[in-house]
Each structure stands twice: as structure tokens, then as C-alpha cells.
């Protein structure tokens, strides 16, 4: 069975890389994607199992990115992980009501992140 894909989304380089290191090791093949455009470029690209989306990006911040993924018939039902240092409420609700699956806030642990993850990949989830 061919490993799921997962995209990172995430603008600081050292986050992308440590999630995507933690990934490989749970035996995820790992596309990253240092802002939304990059991300759409992935996608386009790659059509990969689940995303992982930081929140608080430069020029389009996840939220955006979320919705304009929703809208695309490929991708709206596309598992997404939103990925935020804000664990308010309203993060929280925005974030649900703009479509995303899951919510994980940061710093969080290689486990935290993996059982989420297999929550949407692993057969039987």
C-alpha cells in the first residue's frame, strides 16, 4: 500500500520541518508548502491525502486558504488540520465553520500530532 501524503503548510521553515520529520517517521510522505500559494501549487500538483494548515501566514492566512479549498470540487472534502499557537474559542469556531476537520495548537507532541493525523488516514478511521 503506497504511503498517504500529507502537505504542510506552515511558513516557519523549522516547524515545517520538525512536523515533516515526525511525519516520515510515522510513515506519511511529506509535500511542504511555505505559504498559501505554494500550497494551491501542491495541491494542483500533487492531490495529497490530508493537509496540515498553519493559521497565521504572510499574504493569505489559512482561513482563506481553508475556504477557497472547500469551494474547489476536488478538494472540499479533502481531510485539513488547522495549525495554530491561538487556542481561543473563537480560533476554534472560525476555524470549524470554515470547513476544517481538526484543530491542533503548538506546541503539540510528535503522538498528539500522529493520532490526529491517523484519525482521518488510517483504515477503519
Known sequence: IPAKTILVVED?????????????????????????????????ENKPDMMLLDIVMPGIDGYKVLSMIRKH????????IMLTSRDGLLDKLRGRMGGSDEYLTKPFTAEQLLEKVSKYLLPGH
Open 73 to 80: 470540487d476536488t478538494f472540499k472534502h479533502l481531510p485539513v
Open 12 to 44: 516557519s521553515a523549522i516547524t515545517r520541518k520538525v512536523i515533516a520529520k515526525i511525519l516520515m517517521g510515522g510513515g506519511y510522505t511529506v509535500l511542504e508548502a511555505e505559504n498559501g500559494m505554494a500550497a494551491f501549487a501542491q495541491l494542483s
